[in-house]
Structures are given as C-alpha cells and as structure tokens.
C-alpha cells in the first residue's frame, strides 16, 4: 500500500531529524561554540535555531500563535543563551522539539498545512545539518554519520 503524503513528509522529517542528531553527537563542545569566521555562527546558534523553529511550528500545527520572533529575522543571527551552549542540552532541546512537531502533525486535522511545513522544516534542518558536515570537513572527518 502507497504511502500517505503525510506518512511520506512524517519519514522524511524523521530521517532528517535522526541525521542532524548524528553529525551533532560527531562534534566536540569546542567544535560546536566556535566561530568559524569573523561573521560565522557557532554551531550551537544553529542548532538551538532549529528547536526554536521546530517549537514554533508545533505551536502553529496545534493551532497556537507562537509569538513574535525571539530575534531580528533578516537582520540579525541568534544566538543560543549560555545555557544551550552545552552539547546536552541543545541536542535535549532538538529532540525535545522534533517530538513536539512530529505529535502536534499527528493530531493536526488541516492536511495540506501539516504536508508544507513538515516539508520546510525538513529542508531547514537538512540545510542545517550540512553545515555541521562542514565543520566536520574543516577538522579532517571526512565520514558520513548517518
């Protein structure tokens, strides 16, 4: 039996998930709190970036108003707070809200909306997850991990 188009972006996002998780397991804390570059983001900023993404989603998927954006979207980077610059807690705050998004898909009722935004959230955290494949590749690790 075919796939459903949400079973289908549900997987997907899923994978996508699961590979940002093992390149990050891959980085040590100093590789993830290091600038790369006089404008570059730590990779903590990144990660912490896509649980803030994922949480907002989720919110909108329950049909909840998530706020305004905790940063200057377009003008400025975030930057996660000193407690989310441990790689525990971060990667806890990734996990935490890819599980959020992925329960609030599954009692969401508004099909097409569920379909765009598990299929954006999985580009962004795919975007994101070859940038730490690119800090791996910076240090010599030349492996993929997932």
Not at 51 to 75: C, S, T, V, Y
Request: charged share 30%.
């Amino acid at each position: 039996m075919a796939k459903t188009p949400r079973e289908t972006m549900t997987e997907g996002f899923t994978q996508a998930v699961e590979s940002v998780k093992k390149d990050l397991a891959e980085l040590t804390h100093d590789d993830l709190d290091r600038s790369w570059g006089s404008s570059s983001r730590r990779a903590y900023d990144v990660v912490y970036e896509l649980g803030l993404i994922n949480r907002r989603i989720a919110h909108r998927l329950r049909g909840e108003e998530p706020g305004p954006m905790p940063w200057k979207f377009g003008e400025e980077w975030l930057q996660a707070p000193e407690e989310m610059r441990d790689k525990a807690s971060v990667a806890e705050l990734f996990d935490a809200t890819a599980n959020e998004v992925l329960d609030a898909a599954l009692e969401s009722t508004d099909e097409p909306y569920v379909i765009e935004m598990l299929s954006f959230l999985t580009a962004h955290a795919m975007y994101h997850d070859g940038q730490l494949n690119f800090i791996q590749s910076m240090k010599g690790d030349m492996a993929v991990h997932w």
